[in-house]
């Protein structure tokens, strides 16, 4: 209640005063900065701020209307959605990062798929939520716009009732027309056995038209095989209802599957793709039946037979048209959700169909597709700004979590992978005004030859000899010294790493600043860990002989650990300067949430004021990594944002306008109430004055999100559940009267 009094004494004060309103402005102001040139191996990376790649599948979508698929790329690892524009450029299909496509679509999580399931023309959504599928229908025109087309999950007659068509978070389904008749069939693995089931779509029999979503389960063993619950062996000519192998009913160790229908042999007949869970390779099945009444009948031991796909762990393959060429691809990423069991590199790999006839022959074209043209450093990126090499200019130090070196199964079965962290090196070879990174070492210090994870660079002048020395933090929590001998101007050499620097350590994953934060003329140090805290060990000693003490575990109340979501924090911590030269605090975090933190303090015990839940609404996937620098010498600090992907997200420093929209479209201002604002679901939207309204929801790039109607004095529930997170205007106008009317922020956050 104190909560939603604060609220609206909040909305009051900005009803009441617009030209106090008016004033206020933003501490931060930044805009997407994809051009700023990175060049690696000589090549310069068209895309390079587009935040990696890890665990991805694809959908082809129209997103700037010119007649031509685009592409959708999401990644599960973070839930991350990256919209590429497709171009033919010097006869070869280029695909360019455009996130300002983002803000068209719902929240997706584990899967998606992109079908016209109604026949309108219109591509729609298909994604995972608890107890199955959920369906976004394209409503849009000149931009994609999204609503439920079902709630809360796709049903399907099951026996005599109607229950959710199951689909777990580790299953890619097919949804394909199968019979032909114009709507979208759906086959899944049984939730907790190994058997697929059918279910048809009833829409075009029952109403004659595509739109209903209906479905009615036709078989729980459509192909006739059954895959063991414990391991990847496919048994054929099988079925549970009696003959062959038999497992128990409530046996639970189906723990995932993606499917690939793909006619193999030519014969116009859909085969199979099997991929599973913990194996590199998926099961190429040939369907000696039909589309609607499979058959399983042979195994193929590889596919394609050339340079067949071999991806640790738990390979999706797509059967699509990449390159817009009227011929599909064939394209195989990882779809397994653990964060340890993906090789984070080299791990898109695209298929071409060289053949001329009906059946399709694959060459591999590369196995890093879209990768190689981005910053992609493994499985997580955690950028640093420090001028390295002494020339003026800030350089970028990139650490990971690490890079893919093996996978293989245990005595007692289980997948166990192994990665090792490096540093990346990138000098800038622009100018003070036009920045430019080039990558100087991709194995900077020697890092991997120690064998650890979670590699994180702090670089200070430690000894007073006129060059940067490096602190490291790494997996164990301890911290590492690293003398640089190399002198001043010089790209660094360093001495033999000191382990167990000065006893430091946190509980894992140390993530060390050096920054002078006491203001006496030496560094001091914080660091982040897993726990999501952050411990402040003062500098006791010098400049030139630092004494690390720790003062305090738990520094200015800061924990950015969702104990809803997980029991880790894993806080990175950076410091940048708003207008006015008051120091900031940004953490990131394992959720991938930005807060802010201003009114640091000195005084042992303080708490700092959490200024932002959510920096700038700056949603980038998990486990982020902030780093702040002014890269272009323009007064204002550019943002670097690393991720679980592998990758950075770039932004730059603008001039702070306004916060959020202006609340008033210049006309006779009518009062409007909504909370909660900020809001996650839903909001409750009061207009306190009589007559017939029109509710409009604009996005802050002036597009339509919605429109609903409302009467004067009535409170209406709106939901926000389809809405990406960000700042959206309330505009509110009445029936007749035009310059009766008023727009209200609406900060919507996930």
Not at 500 to 529: C, R
Request: hydrophobic share 40%.
């Amino acid at each position: 209640m104190k909560y939603f009094i604060t609220l609206l004494s909040w909305l009051s004060l900005l009803l009441l005063h617009p030209d106090v309103r008016g004033q206020e402005l933003n501490d931060f102001e930044f805009e997407q900065w994809s051009d700023l040139p990175v060049f690696w191996n000589g090549v310069h990376l068209h895309n390079a701020w587009a935040g990696g790649l890890n665990n991805v599948q694809f959908g082809r979508f129209d997103l700037d209307g010119d007649g031509l698929d685009d592409l959708l790329v999401f990644d599960r690892h973070g839930d991350r959605l990256l919209p590429f524009l497709f171009s033919i450029q010097d006869q070869h299909a280029v695909y360019t990062y455009a996130p300002y496509y983002r803000r068209f679509f719902p929240a997706m999580n584990h899967w998606f798929q992109v079908a016209d399931y109604n026949g309108d023309g219109k591509p729609d959504i298909f994604t995972y939520t608890p107890g199955g599928i959920m369906v976004y229908k394209n409503t849009g025109d000149h931009n994609p716009q999204f609503e439920k087309a079902v709630d809360p999950y796709i049903t399907s007659l099951q026996g005599s009732i109607y229950t959710n068509l199951l689909v777990t978070y580790v299953d890619y389904p097919v949804i394909a027309d199968l019979d032909g008749d114009g709507d979208l069939d759906i086959l899944t693995f049984w939730g907790l056995g190994s058997w697929v089931e059918l279910h048809r779509n009833m829409s075009v029999e029952e109403t004659g038209s595509a739109d209903s979503l209906l479905f009615r389960k036709e078989t729980g063993c459509w192909g006739h095989f059954a895959e063991n619950p414990e391991s990847n062996i496919i048994y054929l000519d099988t079925c549970y209802a009696g003959g062959g192998v038999r497992f128990h009913a409530n046996d639970p160790k189906h723990t995932g599957s993606t499917f690939c229908l793909i006619d193999i042999d030519g014969n116009q007949v859909l085969d199979l793709l099997l991929g599973d869970v913990d194996y590199p390779d998926p099961a190429p099945l040939i369907n000696a039946g039909s589309n609607m009444e499979a058959l399983m009948t042979e195994q193929l031991p590889q596919y394609p037979l050339t340079d067949p796909v071999y991806l640790w762990s738990f390979p999706l393959v797509q059967h699509i048209d990449i390159t817009n060429s009227g011929r599909k691809d064939l394209v195989a990423s990882p779809f397994d959700p653990s964060l340890v069991k993906s090789r984070g590199s080299d791990c898109v790999w695209l298929y071409e169909d060289v053949s001329s006839g009906p059946v399709p022959e694959f060459e591999l074209v590369e196995k890093s597709f879209l990768q190689n043209t981005m910053i992609d450093i493994g499985l997580g990126a955690y950028p640093v700004f420090a001028d390295v090499n002494g020339d003026g200019l800030t350089d970028m130090v990139a650490g990971n979590y690490g890079l893919y070196d093996t996978c293989f199964m245990n005595n007692t079965g289980q997948l166990k992978c192994y990665y090792y962290s490096r540093l990346y090196l990138f000098i800038n070879t622009g100018t003070a005004e036009s920045p430019e990174f080039t990558l100087a070492d991709d194995d900077f210090a020697g890092i991997s030859a120690l064998s650890i994870q979670g590699a994180y660079p702090a670089f200070a002048d430690l000894d007073g000899d006129g060059d940067l020395d490096m602190l490291l933090g790494s997996d164990s929590g301890k911290i590492l010294f690293f003398d640089n001998i190399a002198g001043a101007g010089a790209v660094p050499v360093f001495a033999e790493p000191i382990p167990d620097y000065q006893q430091i350590a946190v509980e894992s994953f140390s993530t060390p600043v050096l920054i002078d934060f006491d203001g006496d003329g030496d560094a001091d140090l914080i660091t982040g860990s897993s726990r999501g805290r952050l411990s402040y060990y003062r500098n006791e000693g010098s400049a030139v002989e630092p004494l690390f003490s720790l003062v305090t575990g738990f520094w200015g109340g800061v924990d950015v650990t969702d104990f809803q979501l997980s029991y880790t924090g894993y806080s990175v911590p950076a410091f940048i300067r708003n207008g006015s030269g008051e120091l900031n605090l940004l953490v990131g975090s394992e959720t991938g949430i930005i807060s802010r933190y201003n009114n640091l303090s000195t005084e042992t015990g303080a708490m700092f004021n959490k200024a932002d839940d959510h920096f700038m609404y700056i949603s980038e996937g998990i486990r982020t990594s902030p780093a702040a620098a002014d890269l272009n010498a323009d007064g204002y600090p550019d943002l670097a944002v690393g991720n679980y992907g592998g990758g950075i997200a770039l932004f730059k420093g603008k001039n702070p306008g306004p916060a959020g929209i202006p609340d008033s479209y210049g006309g006779r201002r009518i009062d409007v109430l909504v909370a909660p604002n900020p809001a996650m679901d839903f909001s409750y939207i009061t207009i306190l004055s009589d007559g017939d309204w029109s509710v409009d929801i604009i996005n802050v790039y002036g597009a339509l999100v919605r429109s609903v109607s409302a009467i004067g004095h009535q409170t209406i529930k709106a939901g926000w559940n389809d809405l990406p997170a960000g700042i959206y205007s309330i505009v509110c106008t009445k029936a007749g009267s035009p310059r009766a009317k008023t727009a209200v922020k609406l900060v919507v956050i996930r």
